[in-house]
Nanobody
Framework: QVQLVESGGGLVQAGGSLRLSCVASGSSFSINAMGWYRQVPGKQRELVATIRSSANTNYADSVKGRFTISRDNAKNTVYLQMSSLKPEDTAVYYC??????????????WGQGTQVTVSS
């Protein structure tokens, strides 16, 4: 099993910045992709950014140029630096980690989420 703990959420004014952190522990071997999703009540969870162990990254169009995902493989930690925050960025942000099982399958683990609120 993999346990994920997020931190860094909070209340910030529009235009401000926050840095989210997520630490993986437990059976952290074979973790390839790590990243972040976010969810607003009444809407489906949406991808924010992902990063692989190779450092390849992927971002949602809505956050490109404003958010930066990074990773410390030695610490099994993924970060999300959020800048130029907008009220529409308000959501619960969830960390995930993907552990390879076979060449075609993996297990996805989720953190409990951290609230980000951007005020106008």
């Amino acid at each position: 099993q993999v346990q994920l703990v997020e931190s860094g959420g909070g209340l910030v004014q529009a235009g401000g910045s926050l840095r989210l952190s997520c630490v993986a522990s437990g059976s952290s071997f074979s973790i390839n992709a790590m990243g972040w999703y976010r969810q607003v009540p009444g809407k489906q969870r949406e991808l924010v950014a992902t990063i692989r162990s190779s450092a390849n990254t992927n971002y949602a169009d809505s956050v490109k140029g404003r958010f930066t995902i990074s990773r410390d493989n030695a610490k099994n930690t993924v970060y999300l630096q959020m800048s130029s925050l907008k009220p529409e960025d308000t959501a619960v942000y969830y960390c995930h980690a993907d552990r390879d099982l076979t060449r075609n399958t993996y297990s996805r683990y989720w953190g409990q989420g951290t609230q980000v609120t951007v005020s106008s």
